[in-house]
């Protein structure tokens, strides 16, 4: 029942990334300067112990302790050692752990994942200039792997903070990681950056680029470090040393040119590597995210290895903005959200609200084809009713609070399922009423926090197209097979052909934490494992991902624009059917429990909508379209005939608009032509006089004239088609 967000590829919001970034006093690093020799990395045993290298190739290489993957690239070619960004190092057998970290202590896990040590068993991102100390597993990655493409951008976010202090010395340093889409850093500075200032910035990082100088790694003792930090008021920096290592360590530094950052690596080569970048938005940031702490400047970017990769990438952003449903709704006059009644609550207006007819009945009369039963269930039931299902204790953030009636307590409704369980349980079922599939365009209510909301997206009441499957164990494969079938029957539908799907199962490990049986789950996880394998649906596997109550499968729709929406999901339920003690009896005359599946296909109504708009920037299919077409008569001579036109049409079950305003016909055809009208039909004597129609259709233009009845003809085929190319 999770809603998942969307991968949007916008300038998003931080999440936690590879770590950290530093300039250091200025004493320190002259120190570090004249101690030179680009100052050998730590962990050098300088002996001449062989460790093994395993190539993904199969192959293995014997070097010395101490030998670097660029030299093992040299050693292959150098056209591989020139091709490498950076190594991805799996140890092998034995560990050396250099971690110069602290645990996290979780109150901020972005940065803490940025700085807090690493597993040191697991595989790792290194410099191709680390020196390797023990045995292991080496890839070295290209421009094409996300990996490097990460690194890249946290490099550039160095190249930005060199920049920076270049041109404004007096900036203080926060960390600079690379996030999703790009990479930031935060900046104290009392005066803001201005936009000149930004471009200037740009400029400026593209003489760091031009200079190309090497990323050297470094180490400095942690007080003499912390000592420098606190002199030049770098409080920032000070916070992350104290905070991430060990007293007595040697602290990780990055160099490059004159530019020294606390930072634990790893980086690209050298300066150059940042060939593709661009600066901005600027955006404003409380030091630790506490209003009482100094406001920062937070300065975004994004970085790629080529030009044209950087190019594409505001190519689709500037295509996203176009897309966005919220504009789209208010220009199309689709929907709307309203101050007075509240954030999070939609308006549909008879625009939008046609689609969602259309859209909504489609899902009906496809529940009954495929033998669901339809039900409806109250929007408020007595808070009794929620201890039960055990909601007033797991789910209680995302309710509503309760209301006082006079006879008890009531809570809106935030899932259907607990309604549809009492319809099951209203009578005594055997086997033979097995399954029994309940489904229930059902509006339900979520607290989200304010500031979350985002248009249909993120909402705090929405129509969920839910439904629950009661079954006995030896059903659950069928009755997924079916819910899948009916998965890929919308996603076809409406005119998506790519989706994704995950199986999320659950860690026997913490048998604690998950309801039902271990025979149970097994069952279910291999009915859904077969179910997916037998079709042939690629899926990844997520242990430990299930909720508590049983596995899922999410499926995940590709937009036209390559992004992920999460929209379908089927869920087992070991949990409520003991909960609320349901029953069948079996063929064996006994009393068993079914199991049950609660599953949602659009997800709900107002994201799929969303979705939609999006997807189709607003121009929908001729079968989903608000006006399927326009009519424009040429003069007011034409408008008994525009009259004429229009309920032929209408008879046939088309949704038409007149134009009858003392315009131009060229106006009106642009207004239609605005609102991304599928047909717009004009006509004058020449027409009117043949029984006939001018015919324009959206995308394509003047098709020009045809008789009124082979007009009729082929867009009720196109409609009964659910046409998605008009
Ligand atoms: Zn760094
Ligand atoms: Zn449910």
Known sequence: MRRGSPTADGLSPPRSTSHPATFYPQDLAASLRSSRGPHKVS??????????????????????????????????????????????????????TQSDGKASTGEDSGEASMYAAEDAAAPRLVDLSAPLSVSVKLELLKENDPDALKVL???????????????????????GPATDSGFFYDFYREKPFTP??????????????????????????????????????????????????????????????????????????STGRVKAFKVGPLAGAYWLGDEKNPQLQRVYGTAFFSQKDLDAHFARLEEAARRDHR??????????????????????HPRGAIIRKIMEDWMRDECLRRGYLLVYTPHVMRRELWKVSGHEGFYSGNMYTPMELD????????????????????????????????????????????????????????TQDDAHIFCTPQQIESEVAACIDFAEAVLKTFGFKEYKVELSTWDPSDRAHYAGSNENWDLAIRSLDNVLKSRGIPYKTIPGEAAFYGPKIDVKLVDVLGRLWQLSTVQFDFNLPARFELEYVGE???????????????????????????????????????????????SEKHVAYAAKVESALRAAGFRTESDLRNEKMNAKIRDFANQKTPYILVFGDKEEGAGAVSVRTRGKGDQGSMPLTDFIAKATSLVEMQSTEL
């Not at 008021?233 to 000070?238: N, P, Q, S, W, Y």
């Not at 369980?421 to 229930?440: F, M, V």
Request: glycine letters at 8%; hydrophobic letters at 40%; charged letters at 20%.
């Open 153 to 175: 951008r946290h490099s550039a976010a160095h190249v930005l903070a060199t920049a920076v202090l270049e041109l404004f010395p007096e900036t203080k340093l926060g960390h």
């Open 407 to 462: 006879d008890a307590e009531y809570r809106l409704k935030p899932m259907n399922c607990p309604g549809h369980i009492l319809i099951y349980k209203n009578s005594p079922k055997s086997y033979r009423d097995l399954p029994q599939r309940y489904a229930e365009l059902g509006n339900v209510y979520r607290y989200e926090r304010s500031g979350t909301m985002h248009g249909l997206l993120r909402v705090r009441g929405f």
């Open 196 to 269: 000149e200032d930004l471009a200037a910035i740009e400029t400026k990082m593209a003489a760091v680029v031009a200079r190309n100088d090497p990323f050297i790694h470094e180490f400095a003792p942690r007080d003499k470090s912390l000592e420098g930090f606190e002199r030049d008021g770098d409080f920032m920096k000070t916070h992350f040393v104290t905070k991430f290592t060990e007293p007595g360590a040697e602290v990780s530094f990055y160099r490059n040119g004159n530019f020294v950052d606390f930072c634990r690596g790893p980086h690209v080569p």
């Open 327 to 348: 504009v789209l709704g208010k220009q199309l006059d689709l929907f709307s959200i309203q101050e007075l009644a509240g954030a999070g609550l939609i308006f549909w």
């Open 43 to 96: 962990i050098t045993h300088m002996s001449t112990n062989m460790i093994a290298v395993h190539l993904p190739d199969g192959s293995i290489r014997e070097v010395p302790s101490g030998t670097t993957p660029l030299d093992i690239a040299n050693s292959i070619s150098p056209r591989l050692a020139a091709a490498s960004v950076v190594a991805r190092v799996t140890p092998l057998g034995g560990t050396t």
């Open 588 to 634: 064996d005359g006994e009393r068993h429990q079914p199991v049950m599946v609660h599953r949602a296909l659009f997800g709900s109504v107002e994201r799929f909508f969303g979705v939609l708009i999006e997807h189709y920037a607003g121009a929908f299919p001729l079968w989903l379209a608000p006006v399927q077409i326009g009519l424009v008569p040429i």
